[in-house]
């Protein structure tokens, strides 16, 4: 289990968090402005393809790089007054986009990263001005140095997925989606630890949410079959940024939903993040593209209007 | 010159040629809801990094991955009703644009393009249903083997750059540029045969437009410097779609409007390319890079609210 389902060291105080459709809504006028309101691209050779008309959110040009900076603006912008501080674990993308929206507001920020985390990645965290803090590459170790960072510093821990504030900033891309082209009769959207799945879901609530998850993490799959939290796989995925276990909170938010969830193979993750490049000339990750890969992995399973997220382009 | 120069043989009758901002207003009316109208993005990186505020016209995320489409889709729907079919000559992205706006209109295509054309690029021009006509790699044995194709279909040849109809599609990227981010104070385009170039400088009436040029394509700088027309260099630069020498309607117009040329080494148009990529996630080919990378290779060129039109992506 993921530090961030302890809502005690949390950003939000409440004991039984919990988020719906007003909560993306109001996510949404507080980072309006901070964000970008992404594109949506079209592409008739993959209408074609897939035989449905789809309209792909490209948070890969959001700023930073990836939906990230949603969830962690509409964090950082309802900390308490008195907080000079943030803190969290991340080897990827939200650590970066937590540096970078501290940095607006004025906030000191220390990342834990594990030590064998990419050097871009990295690099992206200490661009944006954030302090490195690095630890051993388990998950005792990340959760016993962000405790000493927050014991030490006196930082408020914001959890990369599994929390209210998170979820309802994620949520905001498939609301301006809508705004723009719905009503869609699906939305496909990756998952990994649940954040972007769970505030999709609340987002489009008139719309059947699918969850593209690559088959080498297919835990959120098993949980939501299960009915019950089973624990990640090994990280053996290309994508990883859904390397992560599914949060406890974007379980049962999805669970609620009756989100289905369709796996990727690896080698159409890999095809498809190159045939991005080439048909749509965008650059996504491997985790953006699991998506397409489910959908090609799936005959048939994408219908009608079709969103897509494309959650991020930090390769 | 290319064959283009020669208005007889030309879409449009007219031997004195013209074209000006009311016929760009004209083509965006005439072309719009066939086209993309193209997302416009920001990054706050590179803003930082050139000292100005950058705004990017994305035809590399236009139909068929360049802004082609715009001018071949305007010369198209100005065809007489008893035309059947067009013709021209292309191992790039104007063969292709052809291919599809005529498929569209309903009228056969015949592209003629050289035994070393890419094949990529000879099966996008394929896959829009139009015929590929081989012939010798030289100047003159396109131009002969246009003119059989003419003589033999009946085909109504569309120029690849130097028309009216052309020129005016062009400019309406940086019309839409304009309407939705002006007022610029500098637009930036890259320069080959001029086309973009010239539609630009008729759409930005009230800008600076400023040209890129590759320093081993230098023929538009030589020849604006000049006050003649010069002509083009071997084709040796990477940026495979500035090779062409400049036309004279384009030349004619680009004089008028005074434009600078800045140019761009080899190595620089590499780097760029690859770093739009990186910091914007987009794919640009080598040609829309041009822009930045004169900008970066003149220093304090780029000033106040800039326009950058990144013309194609398809590498």
Same mark, same amino acid.
């Given at each position: 289990?993921?530090?961030?389902?302890?809502?005690?060291?949390?950003?939000?105080?409440?004991?039984?968090?919990?988020?719906?459709?007003?909560?993306?809504?109001?996510?949404?006028?507080?980072?309006?402005?901070r964000?970008?309101?992404?594109?949506?691209?079209?592409?008739?050779?993959?209408?074609?393809?897939?035989?449905?008309?789809?309209?792909f959110?490209?948070?890969n040009l959001? %700023?930073?790089g990836?939906?990230?900076?949603?969830?962690?603006?509409?964090?950082?912008?309802?900390?308490?007054?008195h907080?000079?501080?943030?803190?969290?674990?991340?080897?990827?993308?939200?650590?970066?986009?937590?540096?970078?929206?501290?940095?607006?507001?004025?906030?000191?920020?220390?990342?834990? =990263?594990?030590s064998?985390?990419?050097?871009?990645? %990295?690099?992206?965290?200490? %661009?944006?001005?954030?302090?490195?803090?690095?630890?051993?590459?388990?998950?005792?170790?990340?959760?016993?140095?962000?405790?000493?960072?927050?014991q030490?510093?006196?930082?408020?821990?914001?959890?990369?997925?599994?929390?209210?504030?998170?979820?309802?900033?994620?949520?905001?891309?498939?609301?301006?989606?809508?705004?723009?082209?719905?009503?869609?009769?699906? =939305?496909?959207?990756?998952?990994?630890?649940?954040?972007?799945?769970?505030?999709?879901?609340?987002?489009?609530?008139?719309?059947?949410v699918?969850?593209?998850?690559?088959?080498?993490?297919?835990?959120?799959?098993?949980?939501?079959?299960?009915?019950?939290?089973?624990?990640?796989?090994?990280?053996?995925?290309?994508?990883?940024?859904?390397?992560?276990?599914?949060?406890?909170?974007?379980?049962?938010?999805?669970?609620? #939903? #009756?989100?289905?969830?369709?796996?990727?193979?690896?080698?159409?993750?890999?095809?498809?993040?190159?045939?991005?490049?080439? =048909?749509?000339?965008?650059?996504i990750?491997?985790?953006?593209?699991?998506?397409?890969?489910?959908?090609?992995?799936?005959?048939?399973?994408?219908?009608?209007?079709?969103?897509?997220?494309?959650?991020?382009?930090?390769?």
């Amino acid at each position: 289990m993921p530090a961030s389902s302890e809502p005690a060291a949390s950003a939000c105080g409440r004991t039984h968090p919990s988020v719906d459709r007003d909560d993306v809504l109001a996510a949404a006028r507080r980072i309006a402005g901070r964000v970008h309101r992404t594109p949506v691209l079209t592409s008739r050779t993959l209408d074609a393809e897939f035989g449905a008309k789809l309209f792909f959110k490209c948070e890969n040009l959001q %700023r930073m790089g990836a939906f990230k900076i949603r969830g962690a603006t509409n964090a950082v912008l309802q900390l308490p007054r008195h907080v000079r501080a943030v803190a969290t674990h991340s080897s990827g993308n939200h650590g970066a986009a937590l540096a970078l929206a501290a940095r607006e507001a004025g906030l000191d920020a220390f990342i834990v =990263v594990p030590s064998d985390a990419r050097a871009s990645k %990295r690099a992206a965290i200490e %661009r944006y001005g954030a302090s490195v803090v690095e630890c051993e590459p388990t998950l005792e170790a990340r959760a016993a140095t962000l405790e000493q960072v927050v014991q030490d510093t006196g930082a408020t821990f914001v959890p990369p997925y599994d929390h209210p504030h998170i979820i309802a900033g994620a949520g905001t891309a498939a609301l301006e989606l809508l705004e723009e082209h719905g009503p869609l009769d699906q =939305v496909w959207v990756p998952v990994g630890g649940g954040g972007l799945a769970a505030g999709t879901a609340l987002a489009a609530d008139t719309s059947d949410v699918i969850l593209a998850e690559p088959e080498l993490a297919r835990d959120a799959k098993d949980s939501l079959e299960a009915g019950e939290l089973r624990p990640p796989l090994p990280p053996r995925t290309v994508a990883d940024g859904l390397r992560t276990g599914l949060g406890n909170l974007n379980f049962h938010i999805l669970r609620r #939903r #009756r989100c289905r969830v369709l796996l990727a193979s690896e080698s159409s993750i890999k095809h498809w993040t190159n045939r991005a490049a080439q =048909v749509m000339k965008i650059v996504i990750e491997p985790s953006a593209a699991t998506t397409l890969a489910a959908m090609a992995d799936n005959p048939g399973a994408a219908r009608g209007r079709v969103g897509v997220v494309l959650s991020g382009g930090n390769l």
